[in-house]
C-alpha cells in the first residue's frame, strides 16, 4: 500500500503522516515514512537547493530537481513495497503539478509528463490532499519557520506571494477531480483532521 498526502505549506500533513505512521505501527503495519523531496541521500541534496531561499534556480532548473529527486525516490519505495511496508509520502506528483505548473506556470507541462511516463512507475494507491484557505496556510508556514529559527535556510517557497499560493491550491483541486484524490479540509482542530484522514485508510485497508 502506498498512501501520499499532500496540500499547500501550513496545512499540517507532516504531523499527521506522522500520527498515520503511529496508528499503522500500532495495527501492526510495517510503515516506511518517507517525503518528496528528501526521501534518499541523493534527495537531501537536492532538497537543499530546491528549499535554499539563496537559490538562483530557473523554473526548469527547479522541475528537473524535483523530478530527479522522484526517480531516484522510486528505487526506496519499490524496496520498502517489495519489503511488505506501507509506504507513507510526504508529497509527491500531485506536488510538482500544483507548484511548478500551476503555481509558476511552467510553460511546458509536456516535460514533465514524458519525465513521468519515463521514471515513475509506482504511483500512490490514494492520494489525500487537505485543504486550506491560502490566508490559513501563509499564516501558518511562516509560523513555523520562525520555529525551527535561522540555522537553517529553508524559506524558498515560503517567501512567494499570496497569489501564487492560490494558483498551487487551484492546482491541487484540478489534480484531485483528474485523478481521484480525496480533498478533506485542514481548517479544523488536530483530531478531527485525523480522524478523517483514518477513516480513509482505513475504508482502503477494508
Ligand atoms: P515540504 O518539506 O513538504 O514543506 P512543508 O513541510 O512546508 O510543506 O516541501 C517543501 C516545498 O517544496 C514545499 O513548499 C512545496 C515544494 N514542492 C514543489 O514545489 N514541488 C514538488 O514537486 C514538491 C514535492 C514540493
Redesign the pocket.
Known sequence: MFISI??????G??TQLKRLADYLVASGCDVCLT????GTPAGVAI?SI??DKHSDISPTT?LLL?CA??AEHQRKIADALGAGQVVLC????S??????IY?RGFEKPEMLEYITKNTVTLFPDITIILDLPVDVSIKR?LA??NNIGSSVS?G???SESKAFFER?RAGFMDYAKKYNAVVLDASGNEDDVFNAIKRCVDGLFG
Not at 499532500?6 to 496545512?11: A, S, V
Not at 506536488?95 to 511548478?100: D, E, G, P, R
Open positions: 499532500d496540500g499547500i505549506d501550513g496545512t500533513k507532516t517525503r518528496e523531496p528528501g532538497r530546491l528549499l527547479e524535483f529527486d522522484r510526504d508529497r509527491f506528483l506536488s510538482t503539478i500544483a507548484y511548478q503555481g508556514s513555523r519557520l529553508e524558498r517557497f515560503e498551487v
